[in-house]
């Protein structure tokens, strides 16, 4: 075997994973394997049969586990069990290190129930530390790394994972920076109106990553769901992403009446029905206002709305009005609008079957398209 050599920062390397475990000596291990755990030795000696001894693990005088067998090239090796020890438990003693005995010798380790510990992560750029993280769980059980720090990587993407020692503990870990594109995210208009940036992070050119749903711009969305998924380009790429204002639905009970026009029907998503469309001049009850791109829409079946802007909202109310004595009276259209055409005398009385509220000021409708201001009457 080929004599190898390495610095550990602080504690245990176990599976490329660093595990500074306190009161337990630094040393070398391989991964485990279902066939047990094999230590790397600094020994020139090449083997030729397998050491093997039974491990019996005991807590409080009663077997713990179903037992195991640890594995080496030679009596004496001194050989790591973290992952042999049962699962809640920790080694009495505060080392997880055993020495091979003659080929076939029982060894006991004696357990003890094992609390919380913690391991602190310190991820490495250049020989320097850019970011930590704290890791709690029971000793010897394995947790994964969450945070590392934007804009990097695992180097070794095996070592995501780290067996908690029996105490307080540092780990290590390398990392590599990513590339980043800048996002610019624009509305859907012929200006493209930038309203808002964002990051995203990559190992190369051509990885798909995931933007982030938090950088989007407050209140919008994508426009495309599938520019959820960015293709990496080359490190300071800026690329556009259209996105729109996320829809709203609310309850809105009441009639809408359409204009003395045609007026198309639209689907949730904003999309004109074809072949679907309501009469001039006519009434229908809604129970739905939807906003969608900053555009507002009234439900006029299950699924068909139509827009704001080609109706008005109305309550019914059969009545008689009368205009002021002072002068004639005004007309108005439903948007309020007065009509520099259209008047109505003054004390006239006239049959109103509905009225509508525009800016807080309530009109009565006096013919079909043609409305009185509360302000005129008496």
Do not use: C
Request: no cysteine.
């Amino acid at each position: 075997m080929k004599n190898t050599k390495s610095n550990v920062l602080k504690g245990l390397i176990f599976s490329g994973v660093v595990l500074g475990t306190i009161g337990l000596q630094s040393t070398i291990v391989n991964a485990a394997t279902d066939a047990g755990i094999e230590a790397a030795t600094t020994t020139t000696e090449k083997a030729t049969t397998k050491i093997t001894n039974p491990i019996i693990f005991t807590s409080g005088g009663a077997e713990i586990g179903n037992g195991t067998m640890l594995q080496g090239d030679k009596v004496g090796q001194s050989v790591d069990i973290t992952k042999l020890i049962p699962a809640g438990y920790q080694v009495a003693s505060g080392s997880n290190v055993l020495s091979l005995k003659d080929n076939g010798t029982s060894q006991t380790v004696q357990l003890t129930k094992a609390g919380d510990v913690t391991a602190t992560v310190h991820y490495v750029y250049n020989s320097g530390v850019i970011g930590t993280e704290t890791l709690t769980g029971l000793a010897g059980s394995s947790v994964d790394v969450k945070s590392v720090p934007a804009g990097y990587y695992l180097a070794n993407k095996n070592q995501g994972t780290v067996i908690l020692g029996s105490g307080s503990s540092d780990v290590y870990l390398d990392v590599n920076k990513d590339i980043s594109n800048t996002i610019s995210f624009v509305k859907d208009d012929t200006a493209k109106t930038q309203v808002g940036t964002g990051i995203v992070y990559g190992e190369k050119a051509g990885d798909k990553v995931t933007v982030d749903a938090k950088q989007l711009p407050e209140g919008y969305s994508f426009k495309n769901s599938a520019d959820a998924t960015f293709t990496m380009q080359p490190d300071g790429t800026q690329k556009q992403i259209t996105v729109v204002k996320q829809s709203t639905t609310e309850d809105s009970k009441g009639t809408v009446a359409t204009l003395d026009k045609v007026t198309p029907l639209y689907t949730v998503d904003g999309k004109k029905v074809d072949g679907r469309a309501l009469g001039a001049s006519s009434d229908w009850a809604t129970d739905k206002k939807l906003t969608l791109n900053g555009e507002a829409y009234y439900r006029v079946s299950t699924s068909e709305w139509v827009k704001a802007s080609d109706v008005y909202v109305y309550t019914s109310n059969p009545d008689t009005v009368t205009t002021k004595a002072a002068g004639i009276a005004p007309l108005y259209d439903f948007n309020g609008k007065k009509l520099t055409t259209r008047a109505v005398a003054a004390s006239s009385a006239w049959y109103t079957d509905r009225t509508i509220t525009i800016n807080g000021q309530k009109y009565y409708r006096v013919s079909t398209t043609e409305f009185l201001s509360a302000a005129d009457i008496k």
